[in-house]
């Protein structure tokens, strides 16, 4: 393929990405929606000043994040090196042919929209020469904490992306993401499948839940591991924008070929159940595990999802009597006990400290380390503390053994209150340490512990 093929000029630019990217403006049109914060957010982390603008004129999301908002768009055009388009994709086009001719030599056009024909057909149409374009496509949502490990699909243009192509690869590349580089066309093609066909297959299956009036919550009385992922990920998908998914498959004029497949090996694979046609029900499954390639890496990747659900259920029911802290992932309320009993779908905690018995949905918590629930400890029980009086020996240095009390797990601080040296017929050093405890150990017994600690390291009691 011919694309953008970096000369050594590019490199040198790309080897010092930080120098470029240092005072350079980038506005995001669409940046109040939730991807154009994200990248808002990416963007100001590494050196860009970020400019967003949006129909909602949510002034107050660019305050949240700490960024500008384009009060006046045409100017904010004018004066940004990047300007990037993610909004909706049917209005994608428009907005790219309302922006492009207002930008100015030597700055860079993309769009972030999960087809690339026609916003790159319409970024050549409308953009001037000295204008550089580049078709993006993160294959990714705004959840994800970082780019690590993420694909990014970019679609250049020979001789309209030399300068900036690279800067912005690296850019990517340097935080961990892979990126793809494909024509436009090529891309539509395989994303009619990747995310058409993908999103179609779920959606029908949701749809297809309510035409049966089949009630999910009571199926997962039943489920199999390989059910209960993809259950979930039909509820991903179904509980997401509806118009989002709609214009993705409505938008990439791929889609429709790809349904019209999927219809026909439905419809195909229906025909054979209906006739009981075990021989040709075996033939296709065999003849489409020889088209798909490597099942056998299909099944060891599928296996570590189910492994790393099951993983976690393990985990959780290990502490079945004992004490833990589960920490709710949306809503960040800590909750500690012991675990009474653990089931498919909850755990039952009794929290010895509200005396009150929860019950807490497996997929919406997180169990605390041992470090962790610690310091749920220090910051929320009450504590005790208790003074120890001893000589120390000769040469000792109260402090060291100072640290040395610290480190039981069952003391939340130690402190030196006292010192004395006048005693008569002796030079040892009388020190008095007081004890913090942790607000649910037994005193008595952490005072005996440390006592018999200060004995072994040849420490004295005071009476």
Not at 129 to 135: F, R, T, W
Not at 310 to 339: M, N, P, W
Not at 375 to 394: A, M, Y
Request: aromatic share 8%; net charge neutral; with cysteine.
């Amino acid at each position: 393929m011919d694309w953008c093929v970096s000369t050594d000029r590019n490199h040198e630019k790309c080897s010092h990405g930080g120098a470029e990217r240092l005072n350079k403006r980038i506005l995001i049109i669409g940046g109040t929606g939730e991807m154009g914060q994200w990248f808002a957010r990416f963007f100001k982390r590494h050196g860009y000043q970020v400019t967003l603008w949006g129909r909602s004129r949510r002034v107050d999301i660019a305050d949240k994040i700490g960024v500008n908002f384009a009060i006046d768009l045409d100017i904010a055009i004018q004066e940004n090196d990047i300007v990037i388009v993610s909004v909706p994709i049917d209005i994608t086009e428009k907005v790219i042919s309302e922006t492009a001719p207002k930008m100015k030599p030597g700055s860079l056009l993309m769009d972030f929209t999960s087809i690339k024909s026609k916003p790159v057909e319409a970024m050549k149409k409308y953009a001037p020469e000295n204008v550089e374009i580049l078709g993006t496509h993160p294959m990714f949502g705004p959840s994800i904490p970082s780019l690590y490990g993420q694909i990014v699909i970019m679609t250049p243009i020979p001789d309209r992306c030399d300068n900036w192509f690279p800067i912005m690869k690296s850019l990517f590349e340097d935080n961990g993401a892979h990126i793809e580089i494909i024509n436009p066309r090529e891309h539509d093609r395989f994303v009619s499948v990747v995310q058409g066909l993908t999103h179609f297959a779920y959606i029908t299956i949701g749809s297809t839940f309510k035409r049966l009036d089949f009630d999910v919550s009571e199926s997962r009385r039943f489920m199999s591991p390989v059910y209960d992922i993809m259950i979930d990920f039909v509820g991903r998908i179904i509980g997401q924008n509806p118009y989002l998914y709609a214009l993705i498959q409505m938008e990439n004029p791929e889609v429709l070929k790809v349904h019209e497949a999927f219809k026909k090996e439905c419809n195909n694979i229906s025909e054979t159940v209906r006739q009981h046609d075990v021989e040709s029900f075996v033939e296709n499954m065999k003849s489409s595990a020889s088209h798909f390639g490597d099942t056998t890496s299909a099944l060891h990747r599928s296996d570590k999802i189910i492994n790393s659900k099951l993983q976690e259920f393990d985990q959780i029911a290990g502490f079945i009597g004992k004490e833990c802290g589960l920490e709710h992932r949306y809503s960040g309320t800590i909750h500690v006990g012991t675990i009474e009993k653990v089931k498919p779908r909850n755990v039952i905690l009794s929290k010895s400290y509200q005396k009150k018995t929860v019950s807490l949905k497996i997929e919406n918590i997180r169990l605390l380390s041992e470090s962790e629930l610690r310091e749920w400890k220090i910051r929320n029980l009450k504590h005790i503390t208790r003074d120890i009086s001893v000589f120390i020996p000769v040469n000792a240095v109260p402090e060291t053994i100072m640290k040395v009390i610290s480190s039981n797990d069952k003391i939340v601080n130690t402190e030196i209150i006292d010192t004395f040296s006048g005693f008569k017929n002796t030079e040892k050093l009388s020190v008095t340490y007081r004890m913090t405890i942790l607000g649910d150990a037994d005193p008595n017994s952490v005072q005996k512990d440390i006592t018999r600690l200060l004995e072994g390291l040849g420490c004295e009691p005071r009476s």
